[in-house]
Antibody, heavy 121, light 110 residues
């Protein structure tokens, strides 16, 4: 079955760091671009970051630029989001999503179940 | 802050038709394909439409999409109770080099 499974969420203090992981199953990871999208409970979707196949490009939302880093390890079938200098407004459910066409098509066809990040003292 | 504007909510009785608009600009909808996502309560988003009007495998033809200029529209016909969900449009913004989602629309079946 084609699926994405996120992990690594949890409670962290302001200024702290967290690394989210997204494990892929049922397809060849190296052929696709991946994205992180977050959602504050009760609010809308916010795109966070994109990483192309072969690391050709990576993009970040202004709200996380300089603090978050997206990466991938195709051999481990995984994508990561390193989050540093966390703030209270980073509190959200973080979803990993696959880009359907492998480039930057913006068509997110496979989503994980999400992992919750809570930034609080 | 989203750059794609959707109505906060739409509603209709079962069997009826609803439309959801998504308004953007030339740097996003005007020059890129639009996707639509359905998010049922307590679940992850699901791709509903892509490239403005294409349905992934398994999506019924009750869901359709269109685009004109800097706006896109999602239509749901034969509304069912299982369609109660939040719906989001999304597209790449070439000017900002970011992906943007719409503000989201809650569909209620009366």
């Amino acid at each position: 079955e084609v699926q994405l499974v996120e992990s690594g969420g949890g409670l962290v203090k302001p200024g702290g760091s967290l690394r989210l992981s997204c494990a892929a199953f049922g397809f060849t990871v190296s052929s696709f671009s991946f994205n992180w999208v977050r959602q504050t409970p009760g609010k809308g979707l916010e795109w966070v970051s994109s990483l192309s196949s072969r690391n050709y490009y990576m993009y970040y939302a202004d709200s996380v630029k300089g603090r978050f880093t997206i990466s991938r390890d195709d051999a481990k079938h995984s994508v990561y989001l390193q989050m540093n200098s966390l703030r209270a407004d980073d509190t959200a459910v973080y979803y990993c999503a696959r880009d359907m066409w492998g480039g930057n098509s913006g068509v997110y066809d496979i989503w994980g179940q999400g992992t919750m990040v809570i930034v609080s003292s | 802050q989203s750059v794609l504007t959707q109505p906060p909510s739409v509603s209709a009785p079962p069997g009826q038709r609803v439309t959801i608009s998504c308004s953007g600009s030339s740097s996003n909808i005007g020059n890129n394909y639009v996707s639509w996502y359905q998010q049922l309560p307590g679940t992850a988003p699901k791709l509903l439409l892509y490239d403005n009007d294409k349905r992934p495998s398994g999506i019924p033809d009750r869901f359709s999409g269109s685009k004109s200029g800097t706006s896109a529209t999602l239509a749901i016909t034969g509304l069912q109770t299982g369609d109660e969900a939040d719906y989001y449009c999304g597209t790449w913004d070439s000017g900002l080099s970011v992906y943007v989602f719409g503000t989201g629309t809650k569909v209620t079946v009366l």
